[in-house]
């Protein structure tokens, strides 16, 4: 049972994803015709998943190598064994931080926004 994120120059494995949530929009396409009380609607798949998620690491190297791949142009990859329906292609798109506890800067939090991409 493991939770990796992976990428052309990373290899990430955090002790737990504190966070992840994912939202996609639809877009279907509602037409309200003049005379007809029923609209024409073009059906259309909604769009990729994007949200945000966290990862608790207990090394600040391995915090930073997600941290610096993020920050980065490259897709990387998460999955997780223990949940089949996380796993995905996605890209950094927004706001990326790292952060350490106060106290001992034992554990190392990675906390970014992400959008699903297709490969």
């Not at 015709?33 to 998943?49: H, K, S």
């Not at 990387?76 to 223990?82: A, E, H, P, Q």
């Amino acid at each position: 049972m493991s939770t990796t994120f992976t990428g052309p120059a990373l290899a990430a494995y955090p002790l737990l994803v504190t966070q992840w949530n994912a939202s996609s929009t639809t877009r279907h396409i509602v037409h309200e015709l003049l005379g007809n009380p029923i609209p024409d609607i073009t059906l259309q798949p909604a769009g990729p998943r994007t949200g945000t998620m966290s990862a608790l690491f207990d090394n600040e190297a391995d915090a930073s190598a997600l941290h610096t791949a993020l920050r980065g142009t490259d897709v990387l990859t998460f999955s997780d064994d223990d949940t089949a329906t996380t796993g995905m292609d996605f890209i950094a798109n927004g706001a990326v931080n790292i952060t350490t506890d106060s106290q001992s800067q034992s554990y190392w939090s990675v906390t970014f926004e992400y959008l699903e991409v297709q490969q």
